[in-house]
């Protein structure tokens, strides 16, 4: 379960001094094929610029992951696109950091998610944008794991569905966009997706499998 802590919070520079920062989205830490990399929906930040947008590697840290290539989707075009496009990668400059940190490992040799089956255990870790905020004390982030339940495949190729169950803590699910999504069973948590799309009203979200973020890696 150590790697769904690969989950924190986007930043986003606000240009206000009393609150310079707010947390937009999720994103995730995954080795690909051998190299890291930071991977979130595009849309989380689509709008920013580069200099803008922080990827912290532990809460609490002053400075973003050194990151040295941005890998897209040349295709996508807004929130309309198909789910496959709305992804993007930032390669980690892994040489240019001295502390460890938690990353999940996209197994690109079993294909975990082509052995997903209705009804399978979803997890996903992401950070709903109704308990960020802004305090006194500074930025308040708290990610929420949730469970929810494989449906099938979606519309475009690489699209999953999950089925979302309520939470106690939270209405909608704004702020899980880019949420690293795994399959748990036989004991055993596996990395098959990321998160793009979550329906509050119908339950139900969306997500890329690995093979579009590994073929998106590959070039």
């Not at 995954?30 to 610029?49: K, L, Q």
């Amino acid at each position: 379960m150590k790697a769904i802590k690969s989950a924190m919070p986007v930043l986003i520079e606000t240009g206000y001094d009393e609150w310079p920062y707010a947390v937009r989205g999720t994103f995730f830490v995954a080795d690909v094929a051998g190299a890291m990399y930071v991977v979130t929906a595009r849309h989380v930040v689509e709008g920013n610029s580069a200099t803008s947008v922080f990827f912290r590697y532990r809460s609490g840290s002053r400075y973003s992951l050194p990151l040295d290539q941005t890998v897209i989707v040349k295709e996508y075009a807004g929130p309309e696109s198909p789910e496959y496009t709305d992804v993007i990668l930032y390669r980690i400059a892994v040489d240019e950091i001295s502390e460890p940190f938690v990353n999940a490992k996209l197994d690109t040799e079993r294909r975990p998610w082509s052995l997903l089956t209705k009804g399978d255990s979803i997890i996903f870790r992401g950070y709903p944008s109704e308990l960020q905020g802004a305090e006194a004390s500074g930025l308040k982030e708290q990610g929420v794991v949730m469970d929810a339940k494989y449906s099938g495949l979606g519309t475009h190729p690489g699209c999953h569905e999950i089925e979302l169950f309520p939470s106690e803590l939270f209405t909608f699910h704004d702020g899980f966009s880019g949420s690293p999504v795994f399959l748990f069973k036989d004991g055993k948590t596996q990395l098959v997706g990321l998160l793009v799309k979550a329906n509050s009203y119908q339950s139900r979200a969306l997500f890329v499998d690995g093979s579009v973020i590994h073929a998106l890696a590959s070039g």
